[in-house]
T-cell receptor
Framework: AQKITQTQPGMFVQEKEAVTLDCTYD???????LFWYKQPSSGEMIFLIY??????QNATEGRYSLNFQKARKSANLVISASQLGDSAMYFC??????????FGKGTKLSVKP | EPEVTQTPSHQVTQMGQEVILRCVPI?????FYWYRQILGQKVEFLVS????????KSEIFDDQFSVERPDGSNFTLKIRSTKLEDSAMYFC???????????FGPGTRLLVL
């Protein structure tokens, strides 16, 4: 069975600083994809970043980067230069071989001015 | 950029009533998914749909649920006899062909009274 663990229910960060949101995963599939989604208070699920299990380099998308450590089964999200609009729930998810997303419980990020 | 759309955005219904939630996926997408998120909890997979039939379903997707694509564009989720515990946000999602990243619709917030 696949599982995503996000151990930080809530995080605070000062505006303009960087923050790391933790995610560990468990899967027996040799091939999988890892994702981060942002859910603002309005409720929509916004795709942020993707990392394939065979990708050699860490994924980056603008201010978002994914710190992928395969041996440790971790896929932490790093947000640089935090903005007030980054305040939201952040969900880590995995797609194993069968194709549906399996989500963690999320981390609520609050950016302080 | 094309987007997944969902209607209605909100629905309130009485316990025991049938509801139909609608999704218009991006036109060239082939796989479609329904997820739900009970308030304050993580997103859970319900069902995946490909080539006009269910390809996978979760334990949540019992006989009260059904999906179809009646006219080749709309993708519907029907709950035959709603229960209080069906109150949740329901998301439709789909990936572009050949890609794993699933793009979510804005969701339908269902409240069963």
């Amino acid at each position: 069975a696949q599982k995503i663990t996000q151990t930080q229910p809530g995080m605070f960060v000062q505006e303009k600083e960087a923050v790391t949101l933790d995610c560990t995963y468990d899967t027996s599939d040799p091939s999988y994809g890892l994702f981060w989604y942002k859910q603002p208070s309005s409720g929509e699920m916004i795709f942020l970043i993707y990392q394939g299990s065979y990708d050699q380099q860490n994924a980056t998308e603008g201010r978002y980067s994914l710190n992928f450590q395969k041996a440790r089964k971790s896929a932490n999200l790093v947000i640089s230069a935090s903005q007030l609009g980054d305040s939201a729930m952040y969900f880590c998810a995995i797609i194993p071989s069968q194709g549906n997303l399996i989500f963690g419980k999320g981390t609520k990020l609050s950016v302080k001015p | 950029e094309p987007e997944v759309t969902q209607t209605p955005s909100h629905q309130v219904t009485q316990m025991g009533q049938e509801v139909i939630l609608r999704c218009v996926p991006i036109s060239n997408h082939l796989y479609f998914y329904w997820y739900r998120q009970i308030l304050g909890q993580k997103v859970e997979f319900l069902v995946s749909f490909y080539n006009n039939e269910i390809s996978e379903k979760s334990e949540i997707f019992d006989d009260q649920f059904s999906v179809e694509r009646p006219d080749g564009s709309n993708f519907t989720l029907k709950i035959r006899s709603t229960k209080l515990e069906d109150s949740a946000m329901y998301f439709c999602a789909s990936p572009p062909p050949g890609k794993e990243t699933q793009y979510f619709g804005p969701g339908t917030r269902l409240l069963v009274l």
